[in-house]
């Protein structure tokens, strides 16, 4: 990657698959952001650049290659691949792009000392977020997707109705409208995801699904 390239990325700002760091921060929250990315789209991580977008550099690249391994064997599980390459931006200071591509083994977590399951997380806009449970169930379920067949039923009418006219429904919207368990509506939903029928939004403040055409 050339100095220009870099500075074409960082001028697009952090977002959905860009993360920039200044350096390698404590090994839990690395971990969060390379499993959030992979378990997402994809991405970079940008060491080296502040929040700002100033591009500031690191003079010991090596020690934050070092760092970065040890945070991503420590606390991913799966371990989740990725590369890094360095951007020379002034004599002995580079910049440290790693790029992680998207797992085909979703999903992945952070494990933390002590743990034995660890916590997903998913890239939402230009955060890293944890996962609810019904997107856990969709990332596991996104190799599968194909060849889903279901019957329409009462409670796909009165949500297909209900997403006509408001265009975004919850978990919670659904077993409320339908009069059924948490449990159903999440399990309906899911099953038109799977369908591609719906699409599913994980949101900090609450997944939601839409339409998905």
């Known amino acids: 990657m050339t100095r220009r390239e870099l500075e074409q990325i960082v001028d697009l ?33 940008v060491l080296g650049v502040d929040d700002d977008g100033n591009i500031l550099g690191i003079d010991h690249a090596s020690e934050e290659e070092f760092l970065l391994r040890q945070a991503i064997e420590a606390h991913c599980r799966p371990v989740v691949e990725y590369q890094t390459e360095r951007v020379v931006v002034e004599p ?83 077993a409320q409208l339908a009069d059924i368990s948490p449990e159903r509506a999440s399990q309906t939903l899911l099953r038109l995801t799977k369908a591609d029928l719906l699409h599913l939004h994980p949101n900090e403040d609450g997944d939601y699904f839409t339409l998905n055409y």
């Not at 390698?24 to 970079?44: D, F, Y």
């Open 13 to 45: 700002g952090e977002g959905i698959n860009v993360e920039f760091k200044r350096r390698v921060p404590q090994p839990e929250r690395i971990a969060k952001e390379v499993v959030a990315l992979t378990n997402t789209h994809g991405g970079r991580i």
């Open 92 to 174: 002995r200071c580079d910049v440290l792009v790693v790029t992680i591509p998207e797992s085909s083994t979703k999903p992945h977590r952070v494990v933390l000392d002590g743990e034995e399951e660890g916590r997903p997380y998913v890239r939402v806009d230009a955060k890293s977020i944890e996962a609810s449970p019904e997107t856990i169930q969709e990332l596991r379920e996104q190799k599968e997707r194909s060849g889903v067949t279901f019957e329409f039923g009462e409670t796909e009418s009165l949500l297909m109705r209900y997403l006509d006219d408001y265009g975004r429904i919850s978990v919670s919207q659904l």
